[in-house]
């Protein structure tokens, strides 16, 4: 893939000095009608669209970028605020963090007024912002670059990272199906995170490969919160036959579960398997300590703000998870509780 144009480019196609592409960019009253244009025709010839480097360079007022997230999870959001930070601190530019409701109607208006109000030079976007399509309607009508952590699907403008949600389930299904599993329970997530439909998937590709019928009596829809994860347990735990384990789409919601089982003398994980997903500094704070995926949230974050910084070409990149061991799971002792 070839790299996109940056402001040195514009200046040598148009002939002017990098320091008059600045001013173009920023309407800078005093440049003559003839030098605009030059300056504009060869933007569109190039098709560049100003990175987070070149608005700096240029003179923005604003040195500084926003995360824009919608998730439950403190755990979750300290680690991709985390990652975002360190990659500013190394580039003296600032990190405004925002949250918002993808559900509320005026979402896009509320984004678009945020960019008005702040002048930030781009935007990293968190799930389950990013595949929301009134943010992202309004971030291509600013022509503002912003970068996608963990979306559902490339988008042919921007950037994005993400991990193998479908595979890390795959793999944690296929783990307790291992030690001897055969009826998982499933916490999925909320329906407005893609994240959420292939984590399922994944799980039910595991079961489906061993031939072990998918049952849809034994998942629930979660929010990604340990409220809802205590749920999902009250309701997996009164089945007339209960799960042996149960796979939980985040470490909240398992935090859930174990707070739940631990409430009704449940001897875990003997008489109980729980999983998670994230690998939260919750995760080992739990009891028993919490086998889980680990999602590499921080580099996820660390590696969006690197790409949006740099912003030379858009790319599409995967970050690796793993599988963590610790003493929440053991082969079932028998089916039932």
């Not at 678009?112 to 935007?123: K, M, N, Q, Y």
């Not at 022509?143 to 595979?167: E, K």
């Amino acid at each position: 893939m070839s790299e996109r144009a940056n402001i040195r480019d514009v200046a040598a196609m148009a002939g002017v000095a990098v320091k008059t592409v600045s001013r173009v960019l920023n309407g800078h009253p005093y440049v003559s009608a003839d030098t605009r244009a030059r300056v504009e025709e060869a933007m569109q010839k190039l098709d560049f669209r100003p990175s987070v480097a070149a608005r700096i360079l240029s003179g923005s007022k604003s040195n500084q970028i926003a995360l824009i997230y919608d998730n439950h999870s403190p755990f979750y959001m300290f680690q991709i605020q985390t990652g975002c930070w360190e990659q500013c601190k190394q580039h003296n530019i600032r990190l405004l963090a925002q949250p918002v409701d993808v559900t509320d109607p005026t979402v896009g208006e509320q984004v678009r007024g945020l960019v008005t109000e702040t002048h930030v030079d781009g935007i990293i976007l968190s799930s389950p912002v990013t595949d929301c399509e009134p943010v992202l309607r309004a971030l291509e009508a600013l022509d503002l670059p912003f970068v996608r952590i963990s979306p559902g699907t490339n988008h042919a403008l921007t950037s994005s990272v993400f991990m193998d949600d479908t595979q890390a389930a795959d793999d944690m299904t296929t783990y307790l199906i291992n030690q001897g599993h055969r009826r998982i329970g499933f916490i999925k997530g909320h329906q407005s995170h893609m994240a959420s439909e292939d984590r399922l998937f994944g799980y039910r590709r595991a079961l489906d490969r061993v031939g072990i019928q998918f049952e849809p009596s034994l998942v629930f829809e979660g929010e990604f919160d340990f409220d809802s994860g205590v749920r999902a347990a009250q309701y997996l735990l009164d089945l007339p036959e209960v799960p042996t384990a149960i796979f939980a789409s985040n470490d909240d919601m398992a935090a859930g579960v174990l707070a739940e089982a631990h409430g009704r003398g449940i001897e875990m994980p003997a008489q109980l398997s729980v999983t998670g997903f994230d690998d939260t500094t919750l995760a080992r704070t739990v009891w028993p300590p919490l086998t889980t995926i680990h999602q590499p949230m921080a580099e996820l974050a660390q590696t969006a703000t690197e790409i949006l910084i740099a912003g030379n070409e858009i790319t599409h990149r995967r970050l690796p998870h793993s599988l963590i061991e610790r003493a929440s799971v053991a082969p079932p002792l028998r089916k039932t509780i």
